[in-house]
């Protein structure tokens, strides 16, 4: 694990916080009303089971795709625009609860867009060690 690239380490390390966070979301919020607005919070965030799915399926799918460098380039190409729009669409909740599908407080849209913007540079960081492998072998 340690011989992993920094990318991919980056994309390991974002997988498992997104699986285990979607797991702590199940484990307060339970399955009832998918898309509620209820009082439910793990670590400060505001979450409901539509959110704890997000979590849970992009954690599992990077933890999948981050051994190779050009599967954890596409698990970022894929990440970013995810959840970038899951900034945009949780971003009106603000701290109004109910005011959105994601039950979203101002934490977590900053960690939505936290997330995002890791991702873009996870995907950028595999470009840029995918081209050193191929100058060295050149």
């Known amino acids: 694990m340690t011989s992993l690239p920094w ?17 702590a979301g199940f484990a307060v919020t339970g399955f009832d009303d998918y898309f509620g607005a209820g009082p439910d919070y793990v670590l400060g965030l505001r979450v409901n089971p539509l959110q704890n799915t997000i979590y849970l399926v992009t954690g599992l799918l990077g933890l999948a795709l981050c051994w190779r460098c050009r599967s954890a380039r596409i698990f970022g190409a894929l990440m970013a625009p995810v959840y970038l729009v899951v900034f945009a669409i949780g971003a009106p909740s603000g701290e ?8 979203a407080n101002s934490a977590m849209g900053f960690v939505h867009l936290l997330i995002g913007f890791a991702a873009v540079v996870i995907a950028q960081g595999c470009v840029r060690t995918e081209q050193a492998r191929r100058h060295h072998k050149a």
Do not use: E, I, K, R
């Not at 990318?7 to 797991?23: D, E, H, I, Y």
């Not at 109004?96 to 039950?103: D, E, I, R, S, Y």
């Open 7 to 23: 990318p991919q380490m980056a994309a390991l390390v974002l997988s498992a916080f997104l699986a285990l966070l979607g797991l």
């Open 96 to 103: 109004v609860a109910g005011t959105g599908p994601l039950n």
